[in-house]
């Protein structure tokens, strides 16, 4: 965008008008009204070709400039002017001029040959006056905090150890429960007399526990070896399992009476009413009562029968 071009001022405008006027005269007010006019005439700026506003490109009003985001600094890690192993050598009557030594004109003693010459040397010894004056005032400090540091440290132990021997507070004593002084002091653990007893009573039954579930793991491994043979385990024995079930007939063939579903087949399973009935009139009642009872008895007949098989046979059906 082209440079934005100051406004004057109205008190400007007013006072040159007013000077003006005053010197002509006399004058129209329409020349009076056009130089009170706060209007500035448009004037134009020309902007060079290698400038970038040079081709206005319209902006959108959030800008899609990528900025980086700010790149975070650290401070250095601060040198230890002092290490514990060198103590005081750097405040040491030599160390000053064996780290800024002098020149050989100036330990001979001669003069300077030239001023530039003597003012090098008035700065050399402006610096060695700063380094030793430096040096002095960080081992000064570094003496001040150590000792501060060292009485911190003394008070803190001082206190923790005070703290540590002094004697029970008053309502701690006057709120500890009631305990003889013979029961808190003997700390012993009797031994149980039949502690060998409960020890065999836990092995033993520790290791019938671990028989139940060998027998129990072992049952279900008998189980599935016997229901494996009807395990589908190819393609062809699914397709025939399908054709025989998914047919018109398949319930039929199931029982002597036959039927067109499973409910035909093996009866209908026992209802809500039934058992409502069941609780309602009493056991033996009534004919629901009897049917359910025969069936109950019935499959409590089937399942004696199995359990008895399977002791004899030694292996799950």
Known sequence: MPPHIPRPSICGGIQSALSSSSRAGTSSPSSLLSRFSTTTPKRQTTIPPESPKYIKIPEPPQSSEIKLPPIRGHLPVPRQVFPKREGDRKIRPGYVEAATPKSA?????????????????????SRRQSLAAGLQGLYDRKQQKDKQA??????????????????????????????RAS????????????????????????????AAKSEARRDALAQLYVAAGNF????????????????????SHESVHGGNSIWQAKGAPVTTGLLRARMGSGMGRSGLDNEINKSEISQQMAQRQKTVAEELTGGRL
């Open 105 to 125: 004109a100036e330990l001979a003693g001669k003069p300077p040959l030239t001023e530039h010459e003597a003012r090098h040397r008035r700065m050399a010894e």
């Open 150 to 179: 060292a009485a911190r440290n003394r008070s803190r132990a001082e206190s923790a150890r005070a703290l540590a021997f002094a004697p029970e507070r008053l309502d701690d004593v006057l709120t500890r429960p009631t305990v």
């Open 183 to 210: 029961t808190s002091q003997n700390t012993t653990v009797i031994l149980s007399p039949r502690r060998f007893e409960k020890a065999e009573a836990a092995r033993q039954g520790h290791a019938a526990m671990l």
């Open 232 to 251: 589908i385990v190819d393609e062809a024995e699914l397709e025939k399992q399908v054709a025989k079930l998914f047919t018109e007939d398949a319930h």
